[in-house]
């Protein structure tokens, strides 16, 4: 929990991207707007998330569900919002599953690739027909390095 009032505030940076995107070009809003508006959004989201943990909290649950938040505006008598928030919701899901998809198949088509890289490596270890494992020079100067020190 926040231990300042002043920890609630959501980011001014994020405040003011919104209220640009909802204002129309060439309307100003002066520092003091913006920190209202920004305490407002602050006071909302707290109560919407209070409202919404009740609903959690009558279905013996700790966590909170889009479900709840929906009936916490319903309650809020913010229903003009519930049909944009489901929108919202179902393109979000929609973007999140395409995500999912979309890293499943990265990690398929990774697969064969490291299955090749596996098959190179015993390629290179391969024994030839007489049985004995083919090494190349710098591996035959190693062992003899060693042999002259064994003796």
């Known amino acids: 929990m926040a231990e300042r009032p002043e920890d609630l505030n959501l980011p001014n940076a ?10 129309p070009d060439g309307v100003n809003v002066s520092k003091e707007a913006r920190s209202a508006i920004s305490r407002a959004a602050s006071v909302f989201v707290l109560y919407a998330t209070s409202c919404a943990n009740n609903f959690a ?5 700790k966590t909170l569900s889009a ?18 928030l489901k929108d919202a919701l179902e393109a979000y899901k929609r973007e999140q599953k395409g995500k999912k998809e979309a890293s499943e198949q990265k ?17 290179e270890n391969e024994e030839d027909p007489e049985g004995v494992k083919m090494v190349d020079d710098d591996q ?7 042999e002259d020190v064994d003796n």
Do not use: C, Y
Request: hydrophobic share 30%.
């Open 14 to 23: 994020v405040i003011t991207r919104i209220i640009k995107e909802a204002l």
């Open 57 to 61: 909290m009558k279905s013996k649950r």
């Open 67 to 84: 479900s709840d938040v929906l009936a916490a505006m319903e309650e809020m008598e913010f229903d003009r919002f519930i049909t944009p």
């Open 107 to 123: 990690k398929k088509d990774k697969k064969p690739e490291s299955e090749e890289h596996d098959k190179s490596k015993e390629d």
């Open 140 to 146: 035959k100067e190693i062992e003899n390095e060693e």
